[in-house]
């Protein structure tokens, strides 16, 4: 539960810093910053984290059922479900806190002079150890099992709800903690992914999803399309442009290269194509992103984003965008950087899937 | 994460429901001599938003602006892509790009001719975006949560809440006799995928085999006796419940009276968080323990009540 290896990273920046504590905040939704340290899914709306100088951790959480799942650790370990409260006791001066940004206001106001660590503790958590890129490892295989599973079920007639409620049951028996899922549906009329509806799947569709599968705090994370019935020659022409950009994305990736260069490569291809303004914020959100504890990690794979790449990322390549050819298609793998390049952590076919429909 | 199914059934919640909150809110702004109330929204910080308008930002962040005059407007951190999807699950027709929040707010404000706005639980804004919109060119104002946001008073947010009970207490009383032996992970995912199909938008389910507190599947064989509790989401309605699988094996409770260990967890189901320990004077989950110190293990039941005028009423 406790990352021993985070732990001994944090101790040193805090030195580097002159920190005297570090506060890991973590709220129902963006469990991360606590989950670098303490892996632990709790369920109270807050937790957090503090580390001194000399490496001793106390925990505070919101619900008690949190603090009995939590007592293994060693660490002083309280809860109140006055969180703002107890928190006060906890403000001391020179703490640093990590994912302050999304703390509300009145919790940051009781700290004197807080400094943000978010960015500091996010640029260690960007590399992955050994051990956690064997858990994203896990994940990606539920992810490939997962989709499988999406596509042997999926059915004209079913709705969106349905299809997404049979793969949730699947991933959950087989052990997935959390898994997003957005999924998309239909034909040139669809701009992109959303929660599922009960629009029911029709002969010719175009069934778009994400799978993040969440194993032990780690997500990995497969875009495939899938078409019921056989595709369409614009679908297979549309297809093909995506398989193209994120191979070229694949090829490109190793460390010293710029995230920058990494969303160019897979948007030239579009260019090239004549399907430039369709890698805009009109038509599409990001070519990639990194992934860890949080499904949507920074640096974000665009043109404009800064970020060298090094060894032990692990990130998803996926040019996910509309094309008038055949509407919003996706298609991405989770990949892991290695010494000399990367590797695809997922085993999924690199191909446009159908069924018979 | 939300990945059920996010809807806006109008026989359920008509229109002239949002209308009504709508008045409220409008009558306090006016006491208040405020023109706008601001409502943030984001995935788990969603129910006071969706109790205005029925919008849940599945990713993103939001927020809605409800003036004294004129129509609603929702500041939406999601892609205009998703607009469609987004007015066929909330009465807003006017939906907004909004990357830093503080630049819209302000240029809404600007249209409108407003020097300050209202809004709900200022204090609990994420830092970032309290920073950003306290650096805008709008004066905010807090209004706290009691004065606009009484869900427990309103007819169809005691509905949605008794349909989303009722949905959880039929999934535990079938599938709970049937976990005994079973890993809890292939327990959680059959009854994942018999509420996500039955409706509910989000579920946190937890277990114990009564040596524990409750807490997240991890590989465990469930025994007889053990207990579930499970946090059920419908269309953006949250109940609580817990029960084990002791009470349909009588031999397992004690024979003398039961001990309660431990206090009982009360956690409170109307405020900005899906749940969180406290006292709720509207809904109100409470969880209690029976304890056997000759086998040493805990038993788990509770429910989701509310507040109406006969006294507390298990939904």
Not at chain 1, 305 to 334: E, Q, R, W
Not at chain 2, 147 to 158: G, L, Q
Not at chain 2, 195 to 216: K, M, Q, S
Request: with cysteine; hydrophobic share 40%; aromatic share 10%.
């Amino acid at each position: 539960m406790l990352n021993t290896e985070r732990r001994d990273q944090y101790v040193q920046l805090m030195a580097s810093r002159g920190w005297d504590h570090l506060l890991l905040y973590g709220h129902a939704w963006r469990k991360d910053y606590f989950r670098s340290l303490v892996n632990f899914s709790f369920f109270g709306p807050h937790a957090a984290a503090t580390l001194s100088k000399s490496g001793e951790l106390s925990i505070l959480a919101s619900h008690p059922w949190d603090t009995e799942n939590l007592k293994p650790i060693d660490a002083d370990i309280t809860w109140n479900g006055n969180f703002n409260s107890a928190l006060k006791t906890l403000a001391r001066p020179n703490t640093a806190i990590a994912g302050m940004e999304l703390m509300e206001a009145r919790f940051v106001e009781h700290f004197p002079s807080p400094t943000s660590a978010t960015l500091a503790i996010e640029e260690l958590r960007r590399f992955k150890t050994p051990e956690e890129i064997e858990t994203a490892r896990r994940a990606a295989h539920l992810a490939d099992i997962g989709y499988q599973h999406f596509v042997d079920t999926a059915k004209v007639g079913m709705a969106e709800y349905e299809l997404a409620a049979e793969v949730e049951g699947f991933l959950k028996t087989r052990g997935v903690e959390h898994n997003f899922m957005l999924i998309g549906s239909g034909g040139t009329e669809v701009y992109g992914m959303k929660p599922p509806t009960d629009r029911r799947f029709q002969k010719g569709d175009s069934i778009t999803t994400e799978l993040s599968p969440q194993v032990d705090g780690y997500y990995a994370q497969i875009c495939r399309t899938l078409i019921l019935g056989e595709p369409s020659e614009n679908q297979r022409r549309s297809f093909e442009v995506f398989r193209e950009a994120q191979q070229a994305a694949e090829d490109f990736l190793k460390p010293g290269v710029n995230i920058m260069d990494v969303a160019r490569v897979q948007n030239d291809i579009f260019r090239r194509e004549g399907f430039g303004e369709y890698t805009t914020s009109k038509y599409t959100r990001v070519r990639g992103h990194n992934l860890g504890l949080h499904p949507d990690e920074n640096p974000y794979v665009l043109e404009d984003v800064d970020c060298s790449v090094g060894k032990g990322m692990v990130l998803i390549a996926h040019p996910n965008t509309y094309l008038p050819l055949a509407g919003y298609m996706v298609f991405g793998d989770t990949l892991v950087v290695t010494e000399t390049g990367c590797e695809r952590l997922g085993k999924s076919e690199k191909k446009l899937f159908w069924k018979e429909a | 994460m939300k990945r059920g199914l996010i809807t806006w059934d109008k026989t359920e919640l008509p229109p002239e429901v949002f209308q009504r909150r709508l008045v409220v809110v409008r009558r306090v702004l006016a006491e208040r001599q405020l023109p706008a109330l601001v409502v943030y929204s984001d995935l788990w910080r969603s129910n006071e938003a969706r109790f205005f308008a029925n919008y849940m930002p599945y990713f993103n962040r939001a927020l809605l602006i409800l003036p004294v005059e004129g129509m609603p407007t929702l500041l939406c951190g999601l892609s205009p892509r998703t607009y469609r999807w987004i007015q066929s699950v909330t009465p807003i027709e006017d939906v907004r790009p909004a990357g830093n929040f503080a630049k819209p707010l302000g240029e809404v404000a600007a249209e409108r001719g407003w020097t300050k706005v209202g809004v709900l639980n200022a204090g609990q804004l994420p830092y970032d975006l309290s920073q950003a919109l306290h650096g805008g060119t709008v004066e905010l104002v807090n209004v706290e949560s009691e004065a606009v946001f009484h869900p427990a008073n309103d007819d169809h947010e005691i509905a949605m809440r008794r349909k989303a009970a009722a949905m959880a207490r039929a999934a535990l009383d079938e599938e709970l006799p049937a976990g005994v032996g079973k890993i809890d992970h292939e327990f959680v995912g059959q009854l994942e995928r018999r509420l996500r199909l039955a409706g509910a938008e989000d579920l946190v389910i937890l277990l114990t085999n009564g040596d524990t507190a409750p807490g997240p599947a991890h590989g465990k064989k469930l025994q007889e006796g053990y207990s579930v509790s499970i946090a059920l989401e419908y269309r953006g309605h949250w109940v609580r419940m817990s029960m084990t699988e002791a009470f349909r094996n009588p031999e397992l409770i004690p024979s003398g009276p039961p001990d309660i260990l431990n206090e009982p967890v009360h956690e409170a189901l109307s405020g900005s968080y899906p749940y969180e320990c406290g006292h709720d004077e509207g809904f109100s989950a409470n969880h209690q323990e029976l304890y056997d110190h000759e086998t040493e293990r805990g038993f788990l039941m509770g429910d989701t009540s509310w507040h109406g005028p006969k006294g507390w009423e298990v939904l």
